[in-house]
């Protein structure tokens, strides 16, 4: 098997440095268990290496092709999140990763269903975590569930995945959105977490918040964050990439 490039005393000591900053407003947040997902996407092997000898665990790629490379050279204790778009023909190559934790963009049903066929093919052990992503800003565009279909999404996958576990809600959010205070897209899925508890009676997290605001996502009781640059720095082009 091919071995990480061990990361300079440099690098590792920048990387350590940023995540101890963002670990402390994680853990002075009022979801006092909240979780640190580090977005390494376009990141070498070697960053996720320094950041994992902090004690940084959990880790999410928006490619399959990257995510399934850099699983097959870490360590296999990290907790791999795909936040990518979904697609159906990726599921089977995703179930392949033994320590994929969770899969944070179910769009639908049928996807749900297709991921669960894959995880439970592939004879993993436990189950796999999935997030329902919520289109919150109702933009044509983007990806995600319509809030009015999310009730039905949740219920299918309890009552026809048995391989999955179900985690809760995530959103993006828009652009627009994510200049206000307090973020109606945020304000959007606590609702929704809050109309599901009473209606499906399911306890659900929320997966909501980025770099530039994941201090207000926890505020308004964010349960997992995902922040890339502000611990990596910016990203490099994919083709200088090198694993």
Same mark, same amino acid.
């Given at each position: 098997m091919e071995s990480v490039e061990t990361p300079s005393s440099q690098r590792t000591a920048e990387?350590?440095?940023n995540l &101890?900053?963002?670990?402390?407003? %994680?853990?002075? /947040?009022?979801?006092? /268990?909240?979780? !640190? %997902?580090?977005? /390494?996407?376009y990141k070498p092997a070697s960053d996720i290496l320094a950041a994992y000898t902090t004690g940084q665990r959990h880790f999410g790629e928006n490619? %399959?092709?990257?995510?399934?490379?850099?699983?097959? !050279? !870490?360590? &296999?204790?990290?907790?791999?999140?795909?936040?990518g778009r979904l697609q159906s023909n990726k599921c089977k190559a995703l179930a392949a990763i033994p320590n994929l934790w969770a899969v944070e963009t179910i769009d639908s049903a049928a996807k749900a269903r297709k991921l669960n066929d894959a995880w439970t093919s592939a004879g993993n052990q436990g189950l796999l975590g999935v997030f329902v992503q919520v289109n919150t800003s109702n933009?044509?565009?983007?990806?995600g569930v319509e809030k009015c279909d999310v009730e039905d999404v949740v219920r299918e996958i309890i009552a026809s995945c048995a391989g999955l576990c179900l985690k809760g809600l995530m959103t993006i959010g828009s652009i627009e959105g994510s200049n206000k205070r307090p973020n109606p897209d945020f304000l959007s899925l606590?609702?929704?977490?809050?109309?599901?508890?009473? /209606? %499906?009676g399911v306890d659900l997290e929320l997966s909501m918040g980025m770099s530039d605001d994941f201090v207000h996502a926890l505020e308004l009781g964010a349960s997992n964050v995902r922040v890339g640059s502000k611990i990596f720095g910016s990203r490099l082009p994919k083709s200088t990439l090198l694993f």
């Open positions: 990387i350590a440095h &101890s900053e963002i670990n402390a407003a %994680v853990k002075g /947040s009022q979801t006092t /268990s909240a979780r !640190l %997902v580090a977005v /390494s996407k490619y %399959v092709q990257e995510l399934c490379e850099k699983a097959a !050279l !870490l360590p &296999s204790d990290i907790n791999w999140h795909f936040i933009e044509e565009n983007k990806g606590v609702a929704l977490r809050d109309q599901l508890k009473q /209606s %499906v």
